[in-house]
């Protein structure tokens, strides 16, 4: 009995476009017989006969993929470069007088002193000497 099994294996017939598996008839009672056949794209027919005859047909399409969703990746800016700020020096057209008196008033911003901030002089009512609050 050597290569006996007590499974029947599936039949393979190449149509046309492609091949497909047929699985044994099997037998469900009150005559009635089921037929499935696989197809390469994972799809099934199963047919069912009673005393012989094509009773009920059935077409099982294959899964479809779900379609896998990407985590969103966390932008990082790059660093910015040391790069050398332009000079913008653009030359205007002032005349003679206008940029004396600018020079003029340059000058006098500079030098002007700032006036002092006097202390104020109150008297202790409990020592009788007065303080000085800056």
Do not use: C, F, H, W
């Not at 008839?25 to 047919?47: M, W």
């Not at 653009?90 to 004396?100: A, G, H, L, R």
Request: glycine residues 2%.
């Amino acid at each position: 009995m050597k290569g006996y099994s007590p499974y029947r294996k599936d039949q393979i017939v190449s149509l046309s476009d492609q091949k497909v598996r047929i699985k044994p008839v099997k037998n469900l009672g009150n005559d009635v017989q089921a037929q499935t056949i696989k197809q390469e794209d994972k799809s099934t027919i199963t047919n069912r006969y009673k005393k012989g005859n094509l009773v009920d047909s059935n077409y099982n399409p294959s899964k479809i993929k779900t379609k896998k969703i990407r985590k969103k990746s966390i932008r990082v800016p790059s660093k910015l470069k040391n790069v050398k700020s332009p000079e913008y020096n653009s030359k205007t057209n002032v005349s003679e007088k206008d940029e004396m008196v600018y020079k003029y008033n340059k000058k006098k911003r500079q030098t002007v002193k700032d006036p002092k901030k006097k202390s104020k002089k109150v008297k202790n009512l409990v020592t009788g000497k007065t303080n000085k609050i800056s």
